[in-house]
């Protein structure tokens, strides 16, 4: 028997993995996620006199909250050319489980038990309502 035929095939191009869109929907929900803690860290607690609050962009966490959603958007965009709308919107509802929790993680923000359960049914949500849609999206 010759040697390379017990060889381990090669590893998958990590680009390949990373091309994927399924990949690239995390991607964008994390760094949605990331971008909207980053962005209320920037701005803080102070009470701006202006509007449009402008006074925020000098702040180093705004311009990386700004980073974080442009390329979040990127990812979206780049993940909707291979999947279904209706698969990667599905998908999206993650958002609302990962902002809060990245809140009090980061932030320090109270989570009530309600607010808990909440974040479980939307995970539920997301899982339960993923499963078919995978199915949906082979059969396209």
């Known amino acids: ?6 060889a381990p095939p090669p590893p998958a191009d990590p680009r390949r993995r990373f091309a994927n869109p399924h990949v690239q929907i995390a991607l964008s929900i ?13 701005i803080g607690d102070d009470a701006d006199p202006s509007v449009l ?13 700004i980073g974080a959603m442009i390329a979040s958007l990127l990812s979206w965009l780049y993940a909707l050319r291979f999947l279904a709308l209706s698969v990667a919107f599905t998908l999206a509802g993650a958002i609302h489980a990962l902002v809060p929790v990245g809140c009090w993680m980061f932030l320090g923000e109270a989570i009530s038990i309600t607010r808990w359960l ?14 078919p849609a995978t199915v949906v999206e082979e059969k396209l």
């Open 1 to 6: 028997m010759p040697i390379e035929s017990i």
């Open 30 to 42: 994390v760094l949605s996620a990331a971008a909207q803690v980053l962005l209320k860290r920037g």
């Open 53 to 65: 609050g402008f006074h925020a962009l000098r702040s180093g966490w705004v311009w990386l909250g």
């Open 118 to 131: 909440g974040i479980a049914l939307v995970i539920a949500g997301v899982v339960v309502s993923a499963q």
